[in-house]
Antibody, heavy 114, light 117 residues
């Protein structure tokens, strides 16, 4: 069964940092591009970042560029999102998604508040 | 103006058909884009329904019923998700998405809440 499981969310103060992880199983992780997508409470979906299967190509949304870093470890079947300089508007459920969204994890909630 | 605009809500009766539109901003030609559609129920992650560029370039999500189909309305510069034979289980939020190569980013639509009365 194809599965994505996010972890690492929690409550953090403005200006703080968090590292999200996404553990993949049930498919050949190294063959797939991956994305992070977030959803603020009661709001719509917002794409955050993309990384190609080989780590070679990376893209970010303007709202997070310079603060967030996407990475992956194909040997560990894992995707990561390092989030620095967090702001209240980064509060959201963060999902990892395979390719353009063929499979999604259940999400992990990040709350930025003092 | 948002890149992708969707009606905020739509209501229809069980068994009816529902046509959800995803209108691209002026200057962005729907003909050149694959339109992706997702369904999201409360408390759950989105689920991929289908993607549609043309009748020869389309993909149905795994296990997604054929009563969900995609098309385009070139005159309206819009992608369309058609749900035939609406069922109560189709009550959900629906999002469209494109890959905007000029910005190297995916863009989601504003979302449509579908209610089955």
């Amino acid at each position: 069964e194809v599965q994505l499981v996010e972890s690492g969310g929690g409550l953090v103060q403005p200006g703080g940092s968090l590292r999200l992880s996404c553990a993949a199983s049930g498919f050949t992780f190294s063959s797939y591009d991956m994305n992070w997508v977030r959803q603020a409470p009661g709001k719509g979906l917002e794409w955050v970042s993309y990384i190609s299967s080989s780590n070679y190509t990376i893209y970010y949304a303007d709202s997070v560029r310079g603060r967030f870093t996407i990475s992956r470890d194909n040997a560990r079947n894992s995707l990561y999102l390092q989030m620095n300089s967090l702001r209240a508007e980064d509060t959201a459920v963060y999902y990892c998604a395979r390719e353009f969204g063929t499979t999604w994890g259940q999400g992990t909630l990040v709350t930025v508040s003092s | 103006q948002a890149v992708l605009t969707q009606p905020s809500s739509l209501s229809a009766s069980p068994g009816a058909s529902a046509s959800l539109t995803c209108t691209l901003r002026s200057g962005i030609n729907v003909a050149t884009y694959r339109i992706y559609w997702f369904q999201q129920k409360p408390g759950s992650p989105p689920q991929f329904l289908l993607r549609y560029k043309s009748d020869s370039d389309k993909q149905q999500g795994s296990g997604v019923p054929s009563r969900f189909s995609g098309s385009k309305d070139a005159s309206a510069n819009a992608g369309i998700l058609l749900i035939s034979g609406l069922q109560s289980e189709d009550e959900a939020d629906y999002y469209c998405m494109i890959w905007q190569s000029s910005a190297s980013s995916y863009v989601f639509g504003t979302g449509t809440k579908v209610t089955v009365l």
